[in-house]
């Protein structure tokens, strides 16, 4: 168990609809990270958040929105969702904003869209 | 753009038959490199990071080292539970981070 906790662990909604992921960090780490996971593109990089300000962007699309609370919990919100936002996404943390910092991944969430 | 590829795609392994998983990069500047150990339906777990050519990291029978161009993770006397996907990731100078595909291991008894 890393510590780092992810709601909800299945979630399956349709084409054209919202959905929130929630992340809450290990006890003490400042940064957050978003990743999504599927079968064609592997593991990519979405979002970097460091105690609640935007840190590094990778291959998030814009219909993504993330953002870190002052409890450090963060949340990834994806909107006018497609058939091909099926996927696996994962939270990591890390103590420090840098990129050498190890990360901690949660278990993720598995969303469906059909 | 950065690149990084992994091979092979599958293994197995004979417990106690030692092997070893590549990873190539072509990268703009290497700023670090991660490899990562993926249990099916589990996020990823961190195993090492290696900075620099000619670094060494060993970790129980993982020893995974690093050149200009690749890395390389050596299983020594595998036993099933180091089944499993292993992934490497590079952080370019511009601190993108990219994965490659991962190689799945699988180690019989």
């Known amino acids: 168990d890393s510590g780092v906790t992810q709601t909800p662990k299945h979630l399956i909604t349709a084409t054209g609809q919202r959905v929130t992921l929630r992340c809450s960090p290990r006890s003490g780490d400042l940064s957050v990270y978003w990743y999504q996971q599927s079968l064609d593109q592997g593991l990519q990089f979405l979002i970097q958040y460091y105690n609640g300000e935007e840190r590094a962007k990778g291959n998030i699309l814009e219909r993504f929105s993330a953002q870190q609370f002052p409890d450090l919990h963060s949340e990834l919100n994806l909107s006018s969702l497609e058939l091909g936002d099926s996927a696996l996404y994962f939270c990591?943390?890390?103590?420090?904003?840098?990129?050498?910092?190890?990360?901690?991944f949660g278990p993720g969430t598995r969303l469906t869209v059909l | 753009e950065d690149q990084v590829t992994q091979s092979p795609e599958a293994l197995r392994l004979q417990e106690g038959e030692s092997s070893s998983l590549n990873c190539s990069y072509t990268?703009?500047?290497?700023?670090?490199l991660f490899w990562y150990r993926q249990d099916p339906g589990k996020g990823p777990e961190f195993l090492f990071t290696l900075y620099s050519a000619g670094e060494e990291k060993e970790k129980e029978r993982l020893k995974a080292t690093l050149t200009k161009k690749e890395s390389f993770l050596h299983i020594t006397a595998p036993k099933p539970e180091d089944s499993a996907t292993y992934l490497c990731?590079?952080?370019?100078?511009?601190?993108?981070?990219?994965f490659g595909a991962g190689t799945t291991v699988t180690v019989r008894a």
């Open positions: 990591a943390s890390s103590v420090g904003g840098g990129p050498r910092n190890e990360q901690f």
């Open positions: 990268v703009s500047g290497l700023r670090g």
């Open positions: 990731a590079v952080l370019s100078n511009d601190y993108k981070l990219s």
